[in-house]
């Protein structure tokens, strides 16, 4: 009997070595035997929800090109979002809250809402910035600014551009808004001039209000008028605690097919100076979808597609990431290199320096998600695949708590999405196994960057 048992215990220690060699694989190449995925050039990650977020529905909406969503949390973790049902609407819903409470900021006479961007200010006042289509070639688009506090239900609008006649037609494009602690504006959008179906120029422009003054001003950040290049097809503006501004964008030089190339830019203008302009990547096939962020430190994080290989007619994007401390140079690294990811991102940091992104996988029609935690490494997850098309136009917020918050448009349903992790749900995913004739459990989970073990052996 005890020579059987003995038996038993080698056999047991010898399964255990195995698994534990499987583990050490899985830390250092993400090969696991439980669902891990990676190589030596990944971070290991999750890649399943595992029920961590909480999705519902915002609304139902018409059909549209441009349901443009965008999502800002308040002091007191109230969820705020407005997006575009053929008028430009808000959404409210407080953190434990059950329904939303939608209402109507503009239901244009003439025209078709397409971009829209919301953030707030330090009381919790909402700050909306959008556009407005006129598809007839003589009648200029119009950029709009909608504003409430947080106890006023009634929106005060006014029209920011255009502001004086222009012989042709001024279409806008994708916007972006930031309010600072003092309460001050800032916009950044495209402006483009058609004269009789002829181009004319394409511009990235700038607008600023002061809080306790009336007028915008408006000034030009880069123009071309050269009809084979584009500016800010995607754009995004932040400010820093010392009021540095930075606006990063897509600046498109089309060359001929599958000979394009497409460059992420930076412009920022520090305080008591002039614009100046860089190029953050210069791989000729990055910069769509980019999206800012700015740290407590005055870090700069920047979410984005690069596309790979422009010169074939199927490129197989994926995610990048730039990063630039306050005094350091750019940073540049690939977040998510599955094929065919990367498009609609949208980038948070958190009050520990844990930086989000949320964007949409195109192979699969699903909206996808990626964490790092300070100084960590990458976590990449599918938030919902519930649909065919599900995910694009995503826009991320982090609460004070550490939840994260995702407002989206799910094309196959067409409705505004929203996926929410509380903090308690932290980045985990676990597991056991009970093997026959034995009695060995084994269970994993990667939490914020580290891989955590547990072996059981229950000898007899």
């Not at 580290?450 to 072996?455: G, P, Y």
């Amino acid at each position: 009997m005890k020579s059987e048992h003995s038996k038993l215990s080698t056999k047991k220690v010898a399964l255990l070595v195995i698994i534990v060699g499987i583990v050490v694989a899985g830390g250092m190449l993400g090969i696991f035997l439980i669902k891990f995925s990676g190589n030596q050039n990944e971070n290991p990650g999750i890649t399943e929800n595992e029920n961590m977020w909480q999705i519902s529905t915002v609304a139902h909406i018409s059909p549209t090109d441009y349901p443009s969503p965008s999502i800002a949390v308040d002091s007191r973790c109230g969820i705020h979002i407005c997006f575009n049902d053929g008028s430009i609407k808000y959404a409210y819903k407080p953190l434990n809250g059950k329904y939303w409470n939608i209402s109507i900021i503009e239901n244009p006479n003439s025209g078709i809402p397409k971009y829209c961007s919301l953030t707030l200010d330090a009381n919790d006042g909402v700050h909306v910035c959008y556009t407005i289509h006129k598809s007839d070639m003589k009648i200029d688009d119009v950029l709009k600014y909608a504003h409430k506090s947080r106890e006023n239900n009634s929106w005060k609008i006014i029209q920011i551009a255009p502001t004086e006649d222009t012989k042709g037609k001024i279409t806008f494009g994708d916007v972006s808004i930031f309010v600072d602690s003092k309460k001050d504006i800032y916009i950044c959008y495209r402006e483009a001039l058609v004269n009789s179906s002829t181009f004319i120029y394409d511009s990235l422009k700038y607008c600023f209000k002061q809080s306790n003054q009336e007028g915008w001003k408006i000034s030009t950040i880069e123009y071309t008028n050269n009809s084979s290049k584009s500016i800010a097809a995607s754009s995004s503006i932040g400010v820093d605690s010392q009021g540095n501004i930075y606006i990063v964008y897509s600046y498109w030089n089309y060359w001929m097919v599958y000979k394009d190339k497409i460059y992420l830019k930076c412009a920022y203008k520090l305080e008591g100076n002039s614009w100046k302009i860089t190029i953050v990547d210069n791989s000729a096939t990055a910069g769509e979808y980019c999206s800012l962020a700015i740290d407590s430190n005055n870090g700069i994080h920047i979410s984005y597609m690069d596309y790979v290989n422009l010169s074939s007619p199927n490129p197989k994007s994926v995610l990048k990431y730039a990063y630039k401390s306050k005094d350091g140079d750019w940073e540049i690294s690939v977040v998510d290199p599955t094929p065919k990811v990367g498009g609609w991102t949208s980038i948070a940091v958190d009050q520990k320096g844990g930086v989000h992104i949320s964007y949409y996988d195109y192979k699969n029609g699903s909206l996808k998600y990626a964490y790092k935690p300070k100084n960590g490494s990458w976590i990449t997850m599918t938030v919902d695949n519930s649909a065919p098309v599900v995910g694009e136009y995503s826009s991320i917020a982090v609460d004070k708590e550490g939840g994260v918050h995702i407002v989206y448009y799910a094309h196959s349903q067409r409705a505004i999405k929203y996926a929410y992790k509380p903090p308690s749900n932290s980045f985990t995913k676990n597991t056991q196994k009970n093997f026959t004739d034995s009695n060995i459990s084994f269970s994993y989970s990667y939490i914020a960057g580290e891989w955590k073990i547990r072996f059981k052996v229950m000898d007899i």
